[in-house]
């Protein structure tokens, strides 16, 4: 198994991509500490200690990162507000950075002192192809804040890359999840925008939690050694066109 003692933290693993990370992580051997804001979204996630956790607390967050110890932290807590940039708020934005920036920040300042310390560790943090990469209409505020994701990601993996720390983003593009099917049922014609949300991928489909979890992976194990400070685009081909 590929991550067989390691300890691994990830954040919003109840569902979606995080969880499908968590089980996957726990597959390949890892001690999996999972982590929710909703903790009964996290039952039933077997082979991993699982707890609630608010990722903007910082004090909270630094302090149950420092006991877990993690030689892979996996920051996936994150929301997608729609909208043009005429349509979007102050509180909006300022509530998408701190949940899809500033938790990413404050998870890698507290993992960083031990890893640093352990001689290693991997960072895996969950941008998206809507962000520096692509534009996707209606999604200004989403985008701006997963294009921060990679800029911290490049900027931390090359400070630390001579301590034998890795830090990758993975830029997801639509993936199948529970809160992808609320933002469809949001826009009032569930069907309508489903089929719109499929015709953009140039594969004919959406992606996969597990697909993502696959990646995820690769980029926790020592089989990606050689790789830091990389944008992973995993997206049927949307960035290709």
Same mark, same amino acid.
């Given at each position: 198994?590929r991550?067989?003692?390691k300890?691994?933290?990830?954040t919003?693993?109840?569902?979606g991509?995080?969880r499908?990370?968590?089980?996957? #992580?726990?597959?390949?051997?890892a001690a999996?500490?999972?982590?929710?804001?909703?903790a009964?979204?996290?039952?039933?996630? *077997?082979g991993?200690?699982?707890?609630?956790l608010?990722?903007?607390?910082?004090?909270?967050?630094?302090?149950?990162?420092e006991?877990?110890?993690p030689?892979?932290?996996?920051?996936c807590a994150?929301?997608v507000?729609?909208?043009?940039?005429l *349509?979007?708020t102050?509180?909006?934005?300022?509530?998408?950075?701190?949940?899809?920036?500033?938790?990413?920040?404050?998870?890698?300042?507290?993992a960083?002192?031990?890893?640093?310390?352990?001689g290693?560790?991997?960072?895996?943090?969950i941008?998206?192809?809507?962000?520096?990469?692509v534009?996707?209409?209606n999604?200004?505020? #989403?985008?701006?804040?997963?294009?921060?994701?990679?800029?911290?990601?490049?900027?931390?993996?090359?400070?630390y890359?001579?301590?034998g720390?890795?830090?990758?983003?993975?830029?997801?593009?639509?993936?199948d999840?529970?809160?992808?099917?609320?933002?469809?049922?949001?826009?009032?014609? #569930?069907?309508?925008?489903?089929?719109a949300?499929?015709?953009?991928?140039?594969?004919?489909?959406?992606?996969?939690?597990?697909?993502?979890?696959?990646l995820?992976? #690769?980029?926790?194990?020592d089989?990606s050694?050689?790789?830091?400070?990389?944008a992973?685009?995993?997206?049927g081909?949307?960035?290709?066109?």
């Open positions: 198994m991550l067989t003692g300890r691994a933290f990830i919003a693993a109840g569902q991509i995080g499908a990370i968590a089980e996957a #992580y726990a597959r390949e051997g999996v500490t999972a982590t929710d804001l909703n009964d979204l996290l039952e039933g996630l *077997e991993a200690e699982t707890f609630a608010d990722v903007t607390d910082k004090a909270v967050l630094r302090r149950t990162i006991a877990a110890r030689d892979i932290l996996v920051n994150g929301f507000h729609s909208g043009t940039i *349509e979007a102050d509180d909006e934005f300022d509530f998408a950075f701190g949940l899809n920036v500033r938790s990413q920040f404050h998870a890698m300042q507290a960083l002192p031990g890893m640093i310390e352990r290693g560790g991997s960072i895996v943090n941008a998206s192809v809507a962000s520096s990469i534009a996707a209409p999604r200004c505020i #989403y985008g701006a804040s997963k294009a921060a994701v990679i800029g911290l990601t490049k900027s931390v993996a090359l400070d890359v001579t301590h720390i890795r830090v990758n983003a993975i830029c997801p593009g639509t993936v999840s529970p809160s992808l099917h609320d933002r469809l049922r949001a826009m009032g014609d #569930y069907e309508a925008a489903y089929n949300f499929v015709a953009r991928q140039p594969m004919g489909r959406i992606g996969t939690a597990e697909e993502i979890a696959q995820a992976i #690769y980029l926790g194990s089989e050694a050689f790789t830091t400070g990389q992973h685009v995993i997206d081909g949307w960035a290709t066109g």
